[in-house]
């Protein structure tokens, strides 16, 4: 069975920077590409970045793109978010998803696990 569990969100002012942390137990994590999402509050999940399985390659929505980078250890079994230059839309609840493939998607349903989420609040 694989857990995914997020950590690292908090509160920031705007300009500043996190990192999350995605850490995957289980043996498979170095076959599988991850992702982040992020959920407002009334709003739907969104995609915000993803990596494939060796993180060769990767993918950022156009909102996060040069502010946020995706990266991976795949020998601790951790992916990471790091997020700069925060603005007070990027507020919301991060998830990390893992895919059962090698290759990320950005669509959420072809995500088999995910964890519960961290929460990023960026004040004005």
């Known amino acids: 069975q694989v857990h995914v569990v997020e950590s690292g969100g908090g509160l920031v002012q705007a300009g500043g920077s996190l990192r999350l942390s995605c850490a995957v137990s289980g043996r498979t994590f170095n076959s599988r590409a991850m992702a982040w999402f992020r959920q407002a509050p009334g709003k739907e999940r969104e995609f915000v970045a993803a990596i494939s399985w060796s993180g060769g390659s990767t993918r950022y929505a156009d909102s996060v793109k040069g502010r946020f980078t995706i990266s991976r250890d795949n020998a601790k079994n951790t992916a990471y978010l790091q997020m700069n230059s925060l603005k007070p839309e990027d507020t919301a609840a991060y998830y990390c998803?893992?895919?059962?493939?090698?290759?990320?998607?950005?669509?959420?349903?072809?995500?088999?696990?995910w964890g519960q989420g961290t929460q990023v609040t960026v004040s004005s």
């Open positions: 998803a893992a895919n059962s493939g090698r290759y990320y998607s950005i669509n959420q349903y072809e995500y088999d696990y």
